[in-house]
């Protein structure tokens, strides 16, 4: 289940750095070279995407890996059901 957690609450911040960044889960698509299926499922938590994907992500949304996982701490049930 912890896997579950960490999934979504990087979906989760990656879909608002993109959004802060006002791109579409198109424009990331395109930039990054990922399929935008793959973005889409990827932000609602049912990817897990290779440090090789998160790089390419980080470099689309112009950020670090650090950045991009400062934002991932514990997602609780209760959140997981918004």
Same mark, same amino acid.
């Given at each position: 289940?912890?896997? !579950? ?6 979906? !989760? ?22 399929? !935008? ?8 938590? !049912? ?36």
């Amino acid at each position: 289940m912890a896997k !579950k957690h960490v999934a979504y609450a990087l979906g !989760k911040r990656i879909a608002y750095l993109r959004k802060q960044r006002e791109m579409s889960q198109l424009d990331l698509s395109l930039d990054s070279g990922i399929a !935008k299926s793959y973005i889409c499922e990827l932000e609602a938590g !049912k990817r897990n995407p290779s440090v090789l994907i998160l790089e390419r992500v980080c470099e689309s949304l112009d950020i670090t890996l650090s950045t991009l996982f400062e934002g991932c701490g514990p997602v609780t049930t209760s959140q997981m059901k918004r």
